[in-house]
């Protein structure tokens, strides 16, 4: 088989495998073979190369113009001349020569492997920034490969990623080969490929996940209105159904609890409240107390604040352990929360 016929069986078979257009490669080779024609004929901007897409020969022109007198020949050709060549040609006209040179055809397979290897890099690149970038803002789920310091190197198939220190959460660790679910927080391209930030802190995750697990939720029947996190601890989520015949919560936590257990088990036992979605914030604040009883909420939409009377032996749960109850549910609703007890509000 000849130069050429390898060049394009080759080129067939990388954009089979490599999904990598074999016109670009053919375009990339020919823009390198013109510059190629300089060392030949002193000045390529004349000069045309073309390679057939069936044959892969390799042929080199140079373009002149028909003119009455010849004052550079590189550039123009008489009119006697260009009429031997075919006699409708006139002035003005631009003429191919075939200028190829007799070595021409291994200068070009030495330049197609250039061409071909950087080209399967840039388009494996494009390709690969593209895959990836659509994955922005969703989950994947990655192989723990090895610690880089503090960092996690963790391979999503075809390119690796990385577990920042911050992104981590605090008291996981992980073994290679471990399979985990992570939320692709940036995709940013780069002269060596993708480089690709992912989190298991960010609230997304735990809302992507239940999107993932929940039917009612992809069939957009469920909502999932907000949404507040404490990573590896605890998350707070307020759900809403837009058909009355569908407990939102319900349709979150499953039969037995097997939608929002797989959840926990996949965020290492974190705990997750969900409640249902109100319009009316005094309703809201209540549910996103829960699991503490309230006897009242006063709430202020103006300063986004609200005062909260639960019973006195609902108090130390309405405020939760280190006061985080009552912060996720600030969170949650947006509402500064002042929370007493029943005999505290007597006081006042």
């Not at 319900?250 to 290492?268: K, Y």
Request: proline letters at 3%.
């Amino acid at each position: 088989m000849d130069t050429g016929k390898e060049l394009i069986v080759a080129l067939n078979q990388i954009e089979k495998e490599k999904d990598i257009s074999k016109d670009i490669i053919l375009e990339a080779l020919q823009n390198s073979l013109v510059a190629a024609c300089k060392n030949n004929f002193g000045r390529a901007d004349n000069i045309k190369v073309n390679i057939d897409r069936d044959t892969g020969k390799v042929n080199v022109y140079a373009l002149k113009e028909v003119v009455e007198e010849v004052t550079d020949p590189v550039s123009q050709i008489s009119l006697a001349q260009a009429q031997k060549i075919d006699p409708v040609n006139d002035i003005g006209d631009i003429v191919n020569i075939e200028v190829t040179p007799k070595n021409f055809g291994r200068i070009a397979a030495q330049k197609a492997k250039q061409v071909v290897v950087q080209k399967i890099r840039e388009e494996e690149r494009k390709v690969l920034f593209k895959q990836y970038s659509m994955k922005e803002k969703d989950i994947v789920t990655g192989i723990v490969q090895r610690y880089v310091g503090n960092n996690v190197s963790i391979n999503l198939g075809k390119v690796d990623a990385v577990l920042t220190e911050s992104e981590q959460v605090r008291g996981e660790v992980f073994k290679p080969t471990e399979r985990i679910k992570l939320y692709v927080l940036e995709v940013k391209d780069t002269t060596k490929g993708p480089r690709i930030t992912v989190s298991r802190t960010h609230p997304e995750l735990v809302k992507r996940l239940f999107e993932a697990e929940v039917t009612e939720i992809q069939d957009g029947i469920v909502e999932i209105k907000s949404i507040a996190r404490e990573a590896g601890s605890r998350t707070k989520m307020a759900v809403w159904s837009n058909n009355p015949d569908v407990d939102p919560v319900g349709s979150c936590v499953g039969i037995n609890g097997s939608r929002v257990n797989a959840i926990v088990r996949e965020l290492r036992d974190e705990k997750i409240d969900i409640i249902n979605w109100s319009d009316d914030p005094a309703a809201l604040i209540e549910n996103a107390l829960s699991p503490a009883k309230v006897i009242s909420v006063d709430v202020n939409t103006e300063d986004r604040t609200a005062q909260v009377i639960v019973p006195d032996y609902q108090l130390s749960l309405a405020i939760g352990r280190e006061g985080q109850n009552a912060r996720l549910a600030a969170k949650l609703t947006g509402y500064k929360i002042d929370i007493k007890s029943e005999s505290q509000s007597m006081q006042y």
